[in-house]
Nanobody
Framework: QVQLVESGGGLVQAGGSLRLSCAVS????????MGWFRQAPGKEREFVAV????????SYADSVKGRFTISRDNAKNTVYLQMNSLKAEDTAVYSC??????????????????WGQGTQVTVSS
């Protein structure tokens, strides 16, 4: 089991940028594929982005493709989500998740083992 702590959320105007961080502790990050998910009020949790253990494979939801970038720094045990050109519909609680896996980049929330508490992102229009 690992502990995940997100940071970097906040209030930003439409068109602006934020970078979320997910600090991982308890075990080495290199064992895990990492995902970002979000949940808006009244909506189900949805996949945003995922990065494989090696970092060579990434995948994005269509709604964020070209605007968001997921990355990882295994030396710092941290995963990032760079969010550019933010829109009002990006407003949600963003959570990172860890999946103990040999390979791959799963997008379904139930494939993940550990979750952070989330950080609020609010985009004003």
């Amino acid at each position: 089991q690992v502990q995940l702590v997100e940071s970097g959320g906040g209030l930003v105007q439409a068109g602006g940028s934020l970078r979320l961080s997910c600090a991982v502790s308890g075990r080495t990050l290199t064992l895990y594929a990492m995902g970002w998910f979000r949940q808006a009020p009244g909506k189900e949790r949805e996949f945003v982005a995922v990065i494989s253990r090696s970092g060579r494979i990434t995948s994005y939801a269509d709604s964020v493709k070209g605007r968001f970038t997921i990355s990882r720094d295994n030396a710092k045990n941290t995963v990032y989500l760079q969010m550019n050109s933010l829109k009002a519909e990006d407003t949600a609680v963003y959570s990172c998740a860890a999946r103990l896996a040999l390979s791959g980049a799963a997008t379904a929330p139930d494939r993940y083992d550990d979750w952070g508490q989330g950080t609020q992102v609010t985009v004003s229009s």
